[in-house]
Structures are given as structure tokens and as C-alpha cells.
């Protein structure tokens, strides 16, 4: 192929847009490539830094991670990491609103996002006993990246306000988010589910 990717690597992401063509990607830069899946634009972008900068693909599921971890090495792509992580953040459900919290705690029970100090408050006084698991998008790393970009994700999100927080939380001051993606922007048919 004309960027020197395997054709089979071109030939899966058929189908998608490329976010990377809708800004200018900074030599020497980072790049976070959130729901990379397997890794296709982690590999145009880690050409596109160089041997300086740095590309983070994250992903919701360790098979498309371990996928993009090969097809990274087939490229000879370096200056790539990847972090197992949902690309929704949620705030914490308790913490009083001017001084929101990141949530790191999910309640499987109560289906709630909260932090480390509202968990054990919440769940307290007469409450049966919730689990928590890790909220893992805090894994996702803040105030690194100059572009941050994602293909064909964003319209999967259940909550897409949380995944533009982490989106923007992942993003330097003046760095820029690129998305490529599904947008409907007609009403929906009376009685459907859908949302414009």
C-alpha cells in the first residue's frame, strides 16, 4: 500500500473513515486513538510522529488489544502503547457537583459510577452489600495527547457525554479531538428507539 501498512491491515479497515486526515498531526507528538480496535490508525499515526512520538491506542476488549500489539509490531511501529480501558469516564454519583470527582468504582448492582470516599458512604446504613469493580477508564492517560481520535466508536457508546470527557481529559491545552464517525441528523421514525 502506498503508506507501507500490510494490505490485510488496509484491507479490515475498510469501511471506516480516517480521523488522522482531519488535522494536522505534529511530528514528534502524541496521539491517543480511543476503541483502536486493531490498530490500524495506531499504525498510520505512529508513522505519521515519528520515532519521537508516541501513540496510545485504548480499547475496551483484550482481543483487539492483543490484535493491535501484533499488527504494531508487524508495522515496526515502536512508539505505540496500549491500555485496556472503557472510553466512557463517568463522575462520581455522590460528590457534590461543584467539586465532581472522577469515578473509579462501578457499582454492578446499583449500575452507579462513584469514587473511593462515596462508595463505602453510599452502600452504608441498612443497604445490602453492593460489588464494586474498577471503573477502568481512569487508566486512560490525562493531558498527554495533541490529537486524540476515534473511528467509528463514539456512535457505540451508550453514554457518548462520558466518552468526550474522556476524550477531553486525555487531550494537552489547545489539543485537538478528531473523529470520524456515524451521525444521524434526521429525526427518528415515530416509535422507534432511536436517538437523533
Do not use: W
Amino acid at each position: 500500500t502506498s503508506l507501507g501498512l500490510p494490505e490485510d491491515l488496509c484491507e479490515a479497515a475498510s469501511g471506516g473513515g480516517c480521523p488522522l486526515l482531519l488535522t494536522s498531526i505534529p511530528l514528534g507528538g502524541t496521539v491517543v486513538d480511543l476503541a483502536c480496535g486493531a490498530g490500524h490508525d495506531v499504525a498510520i499515526a505512529s508513522r505519521m510522529v515519528g520515532p519521537q512520538g508516541r501513540v496510545v491506542g485504548v480499547d475496551m476488549t483484550a482481543a483487539m488489544l492483543e490484535r493491535a500489539r501484533a499488527n504494531a509490531a508487524r508495522c515496526g511501529a515502536g512508539n505505540t502503547e496500549f491500555v485496556l480501558a472503557q472510553m466512557e469516564s463517568h463522575l462520581c454519583l455522590s460528590c457534590d457537583d461543584s467539586a465532581a470527582t472522577m469515578a473509579n468504582v462501578y457499582c454492578s448492582d446499583c449500575k452507579e459510577h462513584f469514587c473511593d470516599d462515596c462508595f463505602p458512604e453510599f452502600h452504608q446504613g441498612g443497604r445490602k452489600r453492593h460489588t464494586a469493580k474498577p471503573n477502568t477508564a481512569t487508566k486512560i492517560p490525562e493531558g498527554i495527547a495533541d490529537v486524540v481520535v476515534s473511528n467509528g466508536a463514539f456512535n457505540l457508546c451508550h453514554d457518548k457525554a462520558a466518552a468526550f470527557r474522556t476524550a477531553f481529559r486525555a487531550l494537552k491545552p489547545g489539543g485537538v479531538l478528531a473523529l470520524s464517525d456515524v451521525v444521524r441528523d434526521e429525526p427518528a421514525p415515530e416509535g422507534s428507539s432511536i436517538k437523533a
